[in-house]
């Protein structure tokens, strides 16, 4: 498993998703704008996040995505795992060496212990337990679609979107969880 920006984005993206899909299915454009990232990085994502049944699309005036399970349903390492590529990863490590199997580097044991425990780990963590810590950071979704809109009237000041405040690797993750326990 590699733990990466995409992954990062994509939990990122999921966080909004429950947090505004209350209300109807959440576009990408606003998603691009509260989380400031390109909308054809996050169309790519989403691909993905469709295709590995986690979120669901409507399509027309007033569509856009939703999850597709309950938030509670859908751990972090499920959002994770349907990002990155990990087909072709042991084929590649593979390919890269004339060793067989029987010639392995104990190292490569220790590895897959440690990729395995990641895992486990971003299992045990669900999409609305990190919902839940963002809410109770004061993290609130817009009550209206007009509520998300900016607004330009002079005078008027614009309103910034907000940032998830998402942990951006494995260990601050696990340094989060062990201040929440």
């Known amino acids: 498993m590699r733990l990466t920006t995409k992954g990062r ?3 990122t993206a999921m966080i909004d998703i429950a947090l505004h899909g209350r209300s109807g ?3 990408l454009a606003s998603i691009s704008l509260r989380q ?3 909308l054809s990085y996050l ?3 989403f691909a993905k996040l469709r295709r590995n049944d986690l979120v669901e699309s409507t399509r027309g005036p007033g569509g856009g995505y939703s999850l597709s399970r309950k938030a509670a349903l859908i751990s972090v390492a499920d959002i994770v795992l ?3 590529d990990h087909g072709n990863e042991t084929t590649r490590r593979r390919a890269g060496g004339d060793v067989d199997d029987s010639g392995r580097c104990e190292v490569d044991d220790l590895w897959a212990s440690v990729n395995l425990r990641a895992v486990e780990f971003l299992k045990s963590i669900s999409l609305q337990s990190l919902v839940d810590e963002q809410k109770a950071k004061g993290v ?3 009550t209206s679609a007009a509520g998300s ?3 330009t009237v002079v005078g008027t000041p614009v309103r ?3 940032v998830v405040d998402a942990p951006n690797s494995v260990f601050a993750l696990g340094r989060r969880q062990q201040r929440a326990s």
């Open 160 to 162: 910034k979107p907000f």
């Open 140 to 142: 609130q979704a817009a």
């Open 25 to 27: 299915p959440v576009t």
């Open 82 to 84: 349907s990002i990155e």
């Open 43 to 45: 169309e790519l994502l």
């Open 36 to 38: 400031r990232v390109s």
């Open 149 to 151: 809109r900016r607004t």
């Open 9 to 11: 984005f994509a939990v």
